[in-house]
């Protein structure tokens, strides 16, 4: 995505995206590697993936509609 057309929303949301994506990898190691009352739930994996994924999501529909207004 162009430089020029991010806003602070888009900014703002890949940012989140960064946290998130980090807090899903810290997630799948402490799974794989962690001892047993230290393992995250698949729950919390899911749960955290979903977020990821809906973070990801509302970015693409806010870069949408910015790449339609500059093409306005």
Do not use: Y
Not at 49 to 67: C, N, T
């Amino acid at each position: 995505f162009p430089d020029e057309l991010k806003t602070e929303e888009i900014r703002q949301l890949e940012a989140q995206i960064k946290t998130q994506g980090d807090t899903v990898r810290q997630l799948k190691e402490k799974q794989k590697s962690g001892a047993e009352g230290e393992k995250p739930s698949i729950d919390d994996v899911e749960i955290a993936v979903a977020e990821l994924l809906r973070l990801k999501s509302h970015l693409a529909d806010v870069q949408q509609k910015e790449l339609d207004k500059a093409k306005a």
